[in-house]
């Protein structure tokens, strides 16, 4: 079993930034994967980031990347994104979610991922 929870989702203007964190317990948690989705309102929940059991393999979306960075420090069992030049269409519910195995195609689906955090809502402004 892993729990996550996130933290450091608030109200940001557009062009600004916001460092959202996962922490985690149960399962030794360097053994996990961890990806970030988001789902506004209406629509469906979409795949951000997604990062590796060492941290050394990353995959993003089209539509954040060159702005979001995806880390981790499994010595503090946290995975973290760091959003910046935020848009007003990156507002949602930002999850963190976690998979006991890395496929680079699969890591865009929520499907593979089988333990989520509860959510923390971004909102930009225009």
């Known amino acids: 079993q892993v729990q996550l929870v996130e933290s450091g989702g608030g109200l940001v203007q557009a062009g600004g930034s916001l460092r959202l964190s996962c922490a985690a317990s149960g399962r030794t948690f360097s053994s996990v994967c961890v990806g970030w989705f988001r789902q506004a309102p209406g629509k469906e929940r979409e795949f951000v980031a997604a990062?590796?059991?060492?941290?050394?393999?990353?995959k993003y979306a089209d539509s954040v990347k060159g702005r979001f960075t995806i880390t981790r420090d499994n010595a503090k069992n946290a995975v973290y994104l760091q959003m910046n030049s935020l848009k007003p269409e990156d507002t949602a519910v930002y999850y963190c979610?976690?998979?006991?195995?890395?496929?680079?195609?699969?890591?865009?689906?929520?499907?593979?991922?089988?333990?989520w955090g509860q959510g923390t809502q971004v909102t930009v402004s225009s």
């Open positions: 990062i590796n059991w060492s941290g050394g393999v990353t």
């Open positions: 979610a976690a998979s006991l195995q890395w496929r680079s195609d699969a890591m865009v689906l929520a499907s593979w991922y089988t333990y």
